[in-house]
């Protein structure tokens, strides 16, 4: 058995197509179909089910690729230890964030940089909460910032980093605008423009309001919290955005952010990795910069409007 043979199975489970696997393992379709054959043989079970095109896999090549997965973490991981001891931390760091959680990323991206000047990061900031769990069960990733599970944290470990808080983003023409806080009842009759109802963020400000009885109806839905702050900005619409976006955006010209209570409504946001020994050289690193990192603290004052 060879690894390249696991790096095809792997890729193949992850494009759901021949040819993309192959472009994306650099070969060509006809060596990765026969490495994937020679690797069925001498497993002795059927991977693939083969039709005229990838009709997927098959149940023993479904628990295969969860070993592959696993066995090239490893590799992976026992690579980058060994650099780690030879010259410091090298290699690529690979986080993933939920569209809320990712303008804190650079609070810990910047110390990990700082403290391994040869380490780079590679970030990808729009998964959904439970694609951010499944990349980092599968070692598609090392790492991410994302809403704490209530439950179903087997195959994680976590470490709390901030209590997400919630603003109403208006312009200043609105009757709230001046007010030093707004409440959630007052914000669910403004024309609103809200994240995408697919998505945890989402899923949380539809439970406050859920809880008070409301089921306002946003006007635009999007899944980009920029888009949020950009469709605010006409005048047109208000929005619920995560204060720690403040910090990226501040509060920009003819915008306000009021704080909203009755509730005031917080959300738990961490820092994800696989619960696994010895495990990452990389998420281990990040882990140590998110425990001296005070994230709420930086992320705790509200910039002035």
Avoid at 77 to 105: F, H, K, N, Q, Y
Avoid at 193 to 220: K, N, S, T, W
Wanted: contains cysteine; charged residues 20%.
């Amino acid at each position: 058995m060879l690894f390249r043979q696991l790096e095809y199975l792997v890729a193949l489970a992850r494009e759901r197509h021949f040819a993309r696997a192959a472009q994306a393992c650099l070969v060509s379709q006809p060596a990765l179909s026969e490495a994937l054959r020679k690797l069925e043989d001498e497993l002795g079970v059927l991977l693939v089910r083969r039709g005229r095109a990838y009709e997927g896999l098959t149940p023993e090549g479904e628990r295969i690729v969860r070993w592959a997965q696993r066995i090239l973490a490893d590799r992976d991981a026992l690579r980058d230890e060994v650099d780690a001891l030879r010259t410091g931390l090298s290699g690529r760091l690979r986080i993933g964030s939920v569209p809320t959680a990712s303008g804190a990323v650079p609070l810990l991206t910047g110390p990990f940089c700082t403290a391994h000047p040869l380490a780079a990061v590679e970030l990808s900031t729009d998964l959904r909460a439970d694609e951010l769990l499944r990349q980092v069960r599968n070692f598609e990733i090392d790492a991410g910032l994302s809403y704490l599970p209530e439950q179903g944290t087997e195959g994680v470990r976590t470490v709390p980093l901030y209590e997400e808080r919630y603003v109403l983003l208006t312009g200043p023409a609105d009757g709230l605008a001046g007010q030093p806080h707004a409440t959630w009842t007052e914000a669910s009759r403004l024309p609103l423009c809200l994240l995408h109802p697919g998505m945890q963020g989402r899923r949380v400000l539809d439970g406050v309001f859920a809880g008070l009885g409301l089921a306002p109806v946003p006007r635009v839905e999007t899944d980009s919290v920029g888009s949020l702050f950009a469709h605010v900005r006409t005048g047109h619409w208000a929005s619920v955005v995560p204060y720690a976006w403040l910090h990226v955006f501040g509060v920009p010209p003819g915008m306000r952010a009021v704080p909203l209570v009755e509730p005031v409504h917080s959300t738990p946001i961490g820092l994800v990795t696989a619960a696994r020994e010895p495990g990452s050289v990389m998420a281990r690193a990040l882990r140590e910069v998110a425990r001296r990192t005070d994230l709420a603290g930086v992320l705790g004052a509200l910039p002035e409007p």
